[in-house]
């Protein structure tokens, strides 16, 4: 696919062809799914209450099988059966473009015996882009095997036909793990177990989920220096968030260099702040039809206008400093988009001596820096760098890197960050 070039990229609006409207207004509802576990991620997730659309979305059903995407980042645009065993569904983004082409979908198959089911996804812009992984419980997910996948390009745009064979239970088959509200919830509820946590709300979606929120800091301190973490701008991308977790919990670890770092630094956390387009499966904007990472700076939006709030207290607080932002995406590779090493920063050279750091601490794996600047443009990198001179960087991490490293690059990138802040002096 020509337009997927990554987070810094706009699709041409030539390939895009028909829209068509999403459904509208999933409300919430308790609902518990047990042990949602991300396996070979992070592994501490193990319950949660999921959050449940109200109404009924997306139903088709043959004489064998049932497709619905009633559960929250269920999304397809439209969905026929045909034959006892085949589904053709559509697949469209939520706004007309200019939008990213993080194509996403998520759908259940409910099997009433086991066999093989054939789902056609036709694609209404963008194309194929997520490998299919499959899950039973939500909890363990593999790969769809490559013999059970054929991608082709039909008139310039990536389709896909997939296999899936089922037994007794049903299939969740998505674009990547699924990784709800409810699963940050219960990450976020273990770890601030940690004397060293606290959580908190930042505030509510335009939908009125809970943008959740967690500090860090040695118990009873009061840190001068703030490092802020921010993820999940963007609904599909889900590994960026897969890093964050590890990342999170190696500054909560009992290393010696994470006691010294919470003593000196706070760590302010918003692991999501666009509830409302993960559980609506939205390929990119709020339901505001904004992309959150193009609105830093005009700051429209009520999950935006949160992180600027968050962002002023700290400077208005003189015995507070910001020193670092880092947010959290995916792409396809991964890629750290920085500002370069020619503009100024406070602390000076933090990223190349954080990245040179982290690059000693993975031999054998390629750090890889994108250093561009444009003042003017209205993602959280350039906002949070015009304004406050700190170091700002993209943190991204590819669709299909393998999850273990996934692990490996949160864990060591947090501790080559708490080292070379460490490093630095203190105002
Ligand atoms: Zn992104």
Known sequence: MRNMKGEDAYVSPLHFRQFKAMRNAPTTLGLLLSS???????????????????????????SLVKLDTDFPTGNIASCKASGKTRFDITLAPEDAPPINCSAWYAFRLTPSRAGTVTVN??????????????????????????????VEEVDGVKQAWIKVQLGANPVFVAGQEIFAPSTYQTWLDQVSKSPDAAQWLLGKSAEGRNIPGMTIKAAGSKPKEQVVLVG?????????????????????????????????????????????????????????????????????????????GLLRKIEENPDQKLQLLLDFHSTQKDVFYTIPDEYPTNPPLFIRDWLARYQDRMPGYNVNRDARHSAD?????????????????????????????????????????????????AP
């Open 377 to 425: 443009r209205p993602i959280s990198k350039a906002y949070t760098y015009e304004t406050y001179g700190a170091p700002a960087v993209t943190f991204e991490i590819g669709d299909e890197t393998d999850r273990g490293l996934i692990k490996r690059i949160g864990k060591e990138s947090a501790i080559a960050m708490m080292e070379t802040l460490l490093a630095t002096d």
């Open 121 to 150: 996804l036709t694609y209404e812009a963008c194309g194929h882009r997520y490998w299919p992984k499959v899950s039973e419980d939500g909890v363990k997910w593999d790969y769809l095997p490559k013999k059970n996948v054929v």
């Open 36 to 62: 949602l576990v991300l396996s070979g991620c992070a592994s501490t997730v193990e319950t949660a209450n999921v959050e449940q659309p109200a109404q009924s979305k997306s139903l088709c059903q043959t």
């Open 232 to 308: 999940r701008q963007h609904p599909p991308e889900v590994t960026g968030a897969l890093a964050m977790l590890p990342f999170v919990e190696t500054l909560l670890s009992d290393d010696p260099v994470a006691k010294k770092y919470r003593a000196r630094f706070e760590t302010v956390i918003v692991p999501m702040l666009n509830p409302d387009g993960v559980v609506r499966g939205h390929w990119r904007h709020n339901t505001g039809g904004v992309d959150l990472n193009r609105d830093w700076g005009p700051f429209t939006q009520p999950e935006t206008k949160l992180m600027d």
